[in-house]
């Protein structure tokens, strides 16, 4: 497998688009989310995407392959909520490690596929970066308006939480860890902690790559942070790349990826949503524009990562490859020290 910093010094390379997107494309009922082992779960699991890999793992592998075909050079596990956090909901907190170990298999098995029906891949062999969500609680905010001072979650569940989830995929196979759609950034810190922990206790180091999420035209997270200080909070994790992801269309993202690729001393990414929302809550946002605003990033010298998040299918990540393959990835900058 090339060293990935290697191929990010010759070319923009292309992550792959939405996991839940074409998840619904193939309108799963409940029995399918259950599967054979799970048929008397005492709670709904209908929308428990992580679960597939289990319970359908050849539907996951299936999208995995649409996403390499179509192009992608790094491939995200099917883990966004897959630590014990988020599986509350589901009362399915004991299945962490082994949804996560699951999960990184199934795409390598993906990767291994590929490979097999294209021999003269073997040199540029696609990445595994396993995904880490951002929780379905905030460190930094209250969920009760009434106590302000409360918090749903504290900073070592958080890190506890994230370092099963850790655990599993570099087991499973993952060989990068994405940190991604941050909110809010007391999350990723605690993942972020996670890591280098893992890293710490077991010698064993992953590139990083963090992707944080600016919700409105504002250019702030959701916990209030602009996007300088977001990086400036992040910097310490020595990340292979920083970028943005989801909330945003590639029209509305574009300020921010510029600005980012001005202060970024790592390489820089991004995967924004097809669009904005319709009123409907769809995206309409054809692969052709969406690759028509991200060339031009490309030209403008922009971007090291690129691809898709919600709304986006192998569409859109085909036609985001056809359109940067021959245009020059952001080189690194000499940042002075302050």
Same mark, same amino acid.
């Given at each position: 497998?090339? =060293?990935?910093?290697?191929? %990010?010094?010759?070319?923009?390379?292309?992550? *792959?688009?939405?996991?839940?997107?074409?998840?619904?494309?193939?309108?799963?009922?409940?029995?399918?989310?259950?599967?054979?082992?799970?048929?008397?779960?005492?709670?709904?699991?209908?929308?428990?995407?992580? @679960?597939?890999?289990?319970?359908?793992?050849?539907?996951?592998?299936?999208?995995?392959?649409? #996403?390499?075909?179509?192009?992608?050079?790094?491939?995200?596990?099917?883990?966004?909520?897959?630590?014990?956090?988020?599986?509350?909901?589901?009362?399915?907190?004991? $299945?962490?490690?082994? &949804?996560?170990?699951?999960?990184?298999?199934?795409?390598?098995?993906?990767?291994?596929?590929?490979?097999?029906?294209?021999? =003269?891949?073997?040199?540029?062999?696609?990445?595994?970066?396993?995904?880490?969500?951002? $929780?379905?609680?905030?460190?930094? &905010?209250?969920?009760?308006?009434?106590?302000?001072?409360?918090?749903?979650?504290?900073?070592? =569940?958080?890190? *506890?939480?994230?370092?099963?989830?850790?655990?599993? %995929?570099? =087991?499973?196979?993952?060989?990068?860890?994405?940190?991604?759609?941050?909110?809010?950034? %007391?999350?990723?810190? /605690? /993942?972020?902690?996670?890591?280098?922990? #893992?890293?710490?206790?077991?010698?064993?180091? $992953?590139?990083? &790559?963090?992707?944080?999420?600016?919700?409105? !035209?504002?250019?702030?997270?959701?916990?209030?942070?602009? @996007?300088?200080?977001?990086?400036?909070?992040?910097?310490? /994790?020595?990340? @292979?790349?920083?970028?943005?992801?989801? !909330?945003?269309?590639?029209?509305?993202?574009?300020?921010?990826?510029?600005?980012?690729?001005?202060?970024?001393?790592?390489?820089?990414?991004?995967?924004?949503?097809?669009? $904005?929302?319709?009123?409907?809550?769809?995206?309409?946002?054809?692969?052709?524009?969406?690759?028509?605003?991200?060339?031009?990033?490309?030209?403008?010298?922009?971007?090291?990562?690129?691809?898709?998040?919600?709304?986006?299918?192998?569409?859109?990540?085909?036609?985001?490859?056809?359109?940067?393959?021959? &245009?020059?990835?952001?080189?690194?900058?000499?940042?002075?020290?302050?």
């Amino acid at each position: 497998m090339q =060293d990935i910093r290697a191929a %990010l010094g010759q070319r923009i390379l292309i992550i *792959d688009g939405a996991m839940g997107t074409m998840i619904q494309r193939h309108g799963l009922q409940e029995a399918d989310y259950r599967g054979a082992r799970f048929a008397d779960w005492p709670s709904d699991l209908k929308g428990n995407n992580d @679960l597939l890999c289990l319970t359908q793992p050849d539907i996951i592998k299936g999208i995995h392959l649409e #996403y390499l075909e179509a192009g992608a050079d790094i491939i995200e596990t099917n883990t966004f909520n897959a630590q014990r956090v988020s599986l509350e909901d589901y009362g399915m907190q004991a $299945l962490a490690y082994e &949804l996560n170990v699951a999960a990184a298999r199934v795409a390598k098995e993906a990767v291994a596929a590929y490979v097999a029906a294209h021999p =003269d891949a073997i040199n540029n062999t696609p990445w595994v970066a396993g995904a880490i969500g951002p $929780l379905n609680k905030t460190l930094s &905010l209250s969920p009760d308006v009434n106590n302000p001072g409360y918090r749903a979650l504290s900073f070592d =569940d958080a890190a *506890d939480a994230y370092g099963e989830q850790i655990k599993g %995929l570099v =087991d499973g196979g993952a060989d990068l860890l994405l940190i991604e759609t941050i909110f809010d950034t %007391l999350n990723a810190k /605690a /993942a972020i902690f996670a890591i280098r922990r #893992y890293f710490r206790e077991t010698g064993r180091e $992953l590139p990083i &790559l963090i992707s944080g999420t600016i919700t409105d !035209a504002s250019g702030r997270t959701l916990s209030g942070q602009t @996007l300088e200080a977001f990086y400036a909070s992040v910097r310490h /994790a020595r990340p @292979l790349s920083i970028g943005l992801n989801c !909330a945003l269309g590639a029209k509305e993202m574009r300020p921010h990826i510029e600005e980012l690729s001005t202060i970024a001393e790592c390489y820089t990414s991004a995967y924004p949503n097809a669009g $904005l929302p319709n009123a409907m809550g769809e995206y309409d946002e054809h692969p052709a524009d969406t690759a028509g605003f991200i060339e031009e990033w490309a030209k403008n010298g922009f971007l090291n990562i690129v691809g898709g998040c919600c709304g986006t299918t192998p569409d859109h990540i085909r036609h985001i490859a056809e359109h940067v393959r021959k &245009l020059k990835p952001r080189p690194l900058p000499v940042v002075e020290p302050a």
